[in-house]
């Protein structure tokens, strides 16, 4: 079994800047893809960023516009969101999830998920 525990959200300004993290401890993955989505009110969860074990990144470009940064310390494993210049719209939970790679950075089809971390971004 694998443990996923995201920690760094909050309530921030328009324009401000959050850095989400998110740590995994169990299962180890000989090679692993960890990635972040998120979930507003009223909406299904979406994608925003993915990384393998080699650096490799895959971003929601709808998403993150420019603003968000992924990365990984793969001695901690641990997965870090850095974003900035937020907006209202990015109010949402912010999900962790890791899976074995499987030869793409998929936007779905992730096995294991963390609980979330709330981003609450105002006016």
């Known amino acids: 079994q694998v443990q996923l525990v995201e920690s760094g959200g909050g309530l921030v300004q328009a324009g401000g800047s959050l850095r989400l993290s998110c740590a995994a401890s169990?299962?180890?993955?000989?090679?692993?893809?960890m990635a972040w989505f998120r979930q507003a009110p009223g909406k299904e969860r979406e994608f925003v960023a993915a990384?393998?074990?080699?650096?490799?990144?895959?971003y929601s470009q709808e998403v993150v516009k420019g603003r968000f940064t992924i990365s990984r310390d793969n001695a901690k494993n641990t997965v870090y969101l850095q974003m900035n210049s937020l907006k209202p719209e990015d109010t949402a939970v912010y999900y962790c999830?890791?899976?074995?790679?499987?030869?793409?950075?998929?936007?779905?089809?992730?096995?294991?998920w963390g609980q979330g971390t709330q981003v609450t971004v105002s006016s």
């Open positions: 999830a890791v899976d074995e790679y499987k030869g793409l950075l998929r936007t779905n089809s992730y096995d294991f």
């Open positions: 990384i393998t074990w080699s650096g490799n990144r895959r």
């Open positions: 169990g299962r180890t993955f000989t090679n692993y893809v």
